[in-house]
Structure formats: structure tokens, C-alpha cells
């Protein structure tokens, strides 16, 4: 993370306080970031914050007083951190016990001022390969290793489960034309496909800049150059409307990544882009989806 701390060092001054706010104020054991910091490839503009902060026992009703003041002081203190950070606070219960539902037990997963209670641990595979791998201790005890250990094909079953979210996502920008597109977000998926397919193929994770050079190395040729320019651009912090043919190319590099991710199992796809229905600028790729329906 130094390289992270070192061009933003008002992030770890951020994260400091509010370590030294949970470790006074709550029966904390360990403060765990995850996510985009430990590697590396933090971005102000495009990126979060994950914290997951184990507690000693579940939450009171008093100790729900004490976090709205935590999290009305980081707000305060950075309000742009603040806006991008979201924490877990898990009592000890539901890391021993990952699969059980608790009814007199609770936690709660705060993002800015929002804040929603919780009665079972809350992680993702992903979430769990990237704390048991990757994550960093800021406080308190090293309990990383007992968080639950994902199975070996994590990165192929979070990519099934996010087939039907990618379904939805085709219809916005950047696989539409948007006369108010969303940067943030684009940039954002754009450089989720090359990581996805990182991920596959190593069966491990990295940054989204650090994927996108991968890629590019790895798929020599307009695609390659293009995630390059992306991750350039959130890297940058700087939005995408530099980039042109944002719209095709991220068509392309959607079906080309489906296309590679299935062939890492073995599966051969029809080409996809018969399946693609265009029609005064929209994209219609329904067809495709039906088509992966008869694949999995």
C-alpha cells in the first residue's frame, strides 16, 4: 500500500482515525482493509474503500449511537473518503459460524451515512479470497486466517453469478450511447473484464491497472490498447470522454470476454457477435444471453 499511501497520504490519515475511532469506542478485536488498497490500485475517483472491522460480541442498542458519531466524524474529517468507504462490522460469532443465521445476533454494514443491520456474515467468496489473500491488518488481532477459505473455482462462480447483473448492465452505457454517460462507472466495468479474466486464468487477482498491462500483453492488438487507455484514465483520476469509441470497443471486449472466459473451461462459443442485434445504435444482446443460458 505505500505506493497508494504515498500519492495520497491524507488516505491513511483517514484510515488512522478511524481505526483509533473503533478501537476506543467499540469492543473491536481486528481491523481488516480488503480490496482495491491492498493492491495498489486505488483510484479517488473511481474506486472504495473496504474495511471489515471484527468485533468481540454483537452490537447493542447503544453502540448503534456510537457508530452514527463514527461515521458523522469521518464524514467531517474527508468527506470524499468518507462517501467511497464502506465497513463490516462483524461480531466474532459470524466468522466462526459464516453459514448461520442469527436471530439474536447483529452486525451491521455501514457505506457513508447509510447504514443496514445484518444477522449473517455478509462476504463474498471473492471478499473472503481477497482478505485471506491479500488483506492487510490495520488494528488489533491477525484473524485473517479465519475467515472462511473459498472454493478453488471462486472466480468462475462469480462470474456465473454476475451474468445476470452484466445482462442488465448491456443495456446502459458504455454498451449504449448515453447523452449523459456515466464515467465512473463505465471505467469501472471496463477494466472488471480484463481482471475477470486475469482472475480465470490464474486463479488469482490483481489491480485493474496491473490487468489492463496484462491484458494488453496477453490479447496483443486494439482491445489490449484500449483497456490501456481506460486504466490510464482512472489511474489518472481523469474521466473518459478522451477516450473514443468507448461504446464499440466495450461491445467487443464484453463479447470477447465472454468468449475467453468460457474457453478456459473447455467450452467453445458460437460467435457471438451473430447473436448481436443493432439497431440505430442500440445493441440488443438478449440473444447472447440466451445463448451462455445453454452453455452453463
Known amino acids: 500500500?505505500?505506493?497508494?499511501?504515498?500519492?495520497?497520504?491524507?488516505?491513511?490519515?483517514?484510515?488512522?482515525?478511524?481505526?483509533?475511532?473503533?478501537?476506543?469506542?467499540?469492543?473491536?478485536?481486528?481491523?481488516?482493509?480488503?480490496?482495491?488498497?491492498?493492491?495498489?490500485?486505488?483510484?479517488?475517483?473511481?474506486?472504495?474503500?473496504?474495511?471489515?472491522?471484527?468485533?468481540?460480541?454483537?452490537?447493542?442498542?447503544?453502540?448503534?449511537?456510537?457508530?452514527?458519531?463514527?461515521?458523522?466524524?469521518?464524514?467531517?474529517?474527508?468527506?470524499?473518503?468518507?462517501?467511497?468507504?464502506?465497513?463490516?462490522?462483524?461480531?466474532?460469532?459470524?466468522?466462526?459460524?459464516p453459514r448461520i443465521i442469527y436471530n439474536d445476533l447483529e452486525g451491521m454494514v455501514a457505506h457513508h451515512l447509510n447504514q443496514e443491520i445484518i444477522n449473517q456474515y455478509p462476504l463474498t467468496l471473492i471478499d473472503d479470497y481477497m482478505i485471506l489473500n491479500k488483506g492487510e491488518v490495520l488494528y488489533g488481532e491477525n484473524l485473517i486466517k479465519l475467515f472462511p477459505i473459498p472454493p478453488l473455482d471462486c472466480f468462475w462462480i462469480k462470474f456465473i453469478e454476475d451474468l445476470t447483473e452484466m445482462e442488465k448492465l448491456c443495456k446502459e452505457y458504455p454498451f449504449q450511447p448515453s447523452k449523459s454517460p456515466d464515467y465512473n462507472h463505465a471505467a469501472n466495468w471496463i477494466l472488471h473484464f480484463p481482471r475477470l479474466l486475469f482472475s480465470l486464468k490464474n486463479n488469482d487477482t490483481t489491480g485493474k491497472l496491473k490487468a489492463a498491462y496484462w491484458f494488453s500483453n496477453e490479447y496483443y492488438g486494439v482491445l489490449g490498447d484500449f483497456v490501456v487507455e481506460v486504466a490510464s484514465c482512472r489511474q489518472k483520476n481523469i474521466s473518459l470522454i478522451s477516450v473514443i469509441e468507448v461504446v464499440e470497443n466495450s461491445r467487443k471486449l464484453f463479447l470477447f470476454t465472454?468468449?475467453?472466459?468460457?474457453?478456459?473451461?473447455?467450452?467453445?462459443?458460437?460467435?457471438?457477435?451473430?447473436?448481436?442485434?443493432?439497431?440505430?445504435?442500440?445493441?440488443?444482446?438478449?440473444?447472447?444471453?440466451?445463448?451462455?443460458?445453454?452453455?452453463?
Not at 265 to 287: C, E, M, Q, Y
Open 1 to 97: 500500500m505505500k505506493v497508494t499511501y504515498d500519492r495520497y497520504p491524507e488516505l491513511e490519515q483517514f484510515l488512522k482515525a478511524f481505526t483509533e475511532l473503533v478501537a476506543t469506542s467499540l469492543a473491536t478485536r481486528s481491523v481488516i482493509l480488503f480490496g482495491g488498497l491492498t493492491l495498489d490500485d486505488f483510484s479517488k475517483r473511481y474506486s472504495v474503500i473496504d474495511v471489515v472491522v471484527i468485533l468481540e460480541k454483537g452490537l447493542w442498542q447503544n453502540d448503534y449511537d456510537v457508530l452514527d458519531d463514527i461515521l458523522s466524524r469521518l464524514d467531517k474529517l474527508n468527506k470524499e473518503f468518507a462517501e467511497i468507504f464502506t465497513v463490516y462490522f462483524i461480531p466474532f460469532t459470524m466468522l466462526e459460524n
Open 258 to 296: 465472454l468468449e475467453k472466459a468460457f474457453e478456459t473451461k473447455g467450452k467453445k462459443l458460437p460467435n457471438l457477435w451473430n447473436l448481436v442485434k443493432i439497431t440505430d445504435d442500440h445493441a440488443d444482446f438478449s440473444r447472447v444471453f440466451m445463448e451462455l443460458r445453454n452453455f452453463i
